[in-house]
């Protein structure tokens, strides 16, 4: 806002035509073609990912200082095989603890990266990560406590994709960055001098921190050239708090073929898809036409002071919210990117495959036992401005919530009142029976690592991977605000 305003002054003075100068800097700052993260394969050993300060390029008018994994900002996409063992270097070259937590990541609390796991600048962890899980889309980022927010927003995070070498690609595109693409979508403000804008209080604390500009790849609203045919999309919603209706303005519908877990056992079409931070959904998207096309979202209405005007008023009054994305369609949607079809491309898939043999199953037994988790936005132990917590606990690093037997099958019921949270697991995948006591189809969820709770809803989970005291795993509000401020716990698994 602050920064159209200036300019619109700056043009009046210099004689210029308003529109012909707002269109000049738009031009600049969107509509880039949409960057393709790099691949890094983590097949036999030797590969390494410093964490670093870098300089990333968003805005047309001034470089802005971020951090990321072995690049500017976020970092390469890393690929891992089932049945190998996954080897890397993570080291360490910024100021601060960081970690790298491998988000959906099937592996023990010894190598999960959680905020245990934090090592210091100049230090390097090297994992060994035994990959024995379906396809999938997961991905990675800082988790210290107390800072992830803040180091996610900066650029600590970035997608891993496993592959399943005896399944194959089951009729799917799969040829990266052509008709197998991934979107990273996160949200961001910049100050005048394009350095990144972030505050952690008032709203921006208890609705979680959202921003006015959205970025796909670390692009701002960029187009992708696609082939004419069937593509697919690897959505990762890495913001910190923002919730996603994303939509294709023409209305076009498209296929769900994959969860935070993997596959589902058959596509799902639907018009519109809900993606939480965290959450991942891979999407089949018709092209054959050629039709260009424009991803827009719906805003994000998440808000402990009731959404709409009343809400948005009272949570600007209050002081640092940023607002939302200008609106560009008569829903108040507001644009994601956009696509050009090259005619000159044939896509190499044409029709959709029917079902996925390898989709994931839930072999789980009976449950054995319930646990109950109350999301608190505000815990009784601190009053008003009290930390948040979980079962009225803000989270403590000294101390163990759970304690949970390896194989055993429980459900899980997470309680989320005033305002919908995005609970996520460390460990495993889980199914959702319920939601306020509708049942939820595996069929159209697949198995999930995060699950935008509004109410009450039950989570079939089981852990096959242990976890010790020294390095527990965690249970948490996936708002990375929440998180921050206590609204996590620790568990063991053995
Ligand atoms: Cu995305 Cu505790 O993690
Ligand atoms: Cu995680
Ligand atoms: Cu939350």
């Not at 693409?181 to 609705?207: C, E, T, W």
């Not at 989270?395 to 996520?424: C, K, Q, Y």
């Amino acid at each position: 806002m602050i920064n159209r305003r200036k300019f619109l002054a700056g043009a009046a003075a210099s004689g210029l035509t308003m529109p012909f100068l707002l269109k000049a800097s738009l031009a600049a700052e969107s509509g880039r073609p949409l960057p393709i993260p790099s691949v890094v394969s983590l097949d036999g050993a030797g590969n390494s990912i410093d964490a670093i300060y870098g300089s990333h390029s968003f805005l047309a008018n001034g470089k802005t200082r971020t951090m990321g994994y072995g690049q500017d900002y976020l970092g390469p996409v890393l690929r891992m095989k089932r049945g190998q063992t996954s080897k890397i270097n993570v080291g360490n070259k910024t100021n601060n603890p960081i970690t790298a937590h491998w988000h959906g990541l099937h592996v023990p609390g010894k190598v999960d990266g959680g905020p245990q796991l934090a090592f210091g600048p100049g230090e390097t962890w090297s994992p060994e990560l035994d990959i024995d899980q379906p396809a999938a889309t997961l991905w990675y980022h800082s988790h210290v406590h107390g800072q992830t927010a803040d180091q996610v927003y900066a650029g600590l995070a970035g997608m891993i994709i496993i592959d399943d070498p005896g399944a194959g690609s089951e009729g799917l595109p799969d040829t990266y960055g052509v008709d197998d693409i991934p979107l990273i979508v996160q949200d961001k403000a910049f100050n005048d001098d394009a350095s990144l804008l972030y505050v952690k209080r008032g709203p921006s604390l208890m609705h979680g921190f959202r921003a006015e500009k959205i970025l796909v790849n670390g692009a701002i609203r960029p187009t992708a050239s696609v082939p004419s045919g069937l593509v697919r999309f690897r959505l990762l919603n890495a913001s910190n708090a923002r919730i996603y209706t994303f939509r294709f303005e023409d209305n076009r519908s498209f296929h769900q073929v994959a969860s935070d877990g993997g596959l589902l056992g058959a596509p799902s079409k639907m018009s519109s898809l809900v993606l939480a931070p965290a959450e991942r959904a891979e999407i089949i998207v018709d092209f054959s036409d050629g039709k260009a096309a424009r991803l827009v979202s719906l805003p994000d209405a998440n808000n402990p002071m009731g959404g709409g005007m009343m809400g948005g008023m009272m949570s600007r009054m209050m002081g640092g919210d940023t607002g939302e994305p200008e609106p560009v369609t008569s829903n108040d949607e507001f644009e994601i990117m956009s696509f050009d079809v090259d005619q000159q491309k044939q896509g190499a898939v044409q029709t959709l495959p029917t079902t996925f043999a390898s989709a994931p199953k839930p072999l789980f037994d009976e449950p054995v036992r319930r646990r109950r988790f109350e999301l608190n936005m505000h815990t009784s132990g601190g009053g008003m401005m009290g930390n948040m917590g979980i079962n009225d606990k803000p989270m403590s690093m000294e101390r163990i919530d759970e304690r949970v037997r390896l194989g055993e099958t429980e459900i899980w019921e997470v309680f989320a009142n005033e305002m919908e949270h995005p609970f996520h697991i460390h460990g495993t995948s889980f199914q959702v029976l319920s939601h306020n006591g509708v049942p939820v189809d595996m069929a159209t969820t697949g198995l999930k690592d995060v699950f935008l709770v509004n109410g009450i809803a039950e989570l079939l989970v089981q852990f096959n991977k242990p976890a010790d005291e020294q390095t527990p795993y965690m249970y948490h509000c996936h708002i990375l605000e929440h998180e921050d401020a206590g609204m996590m716990g620790q568990f063991t698994v053995a």
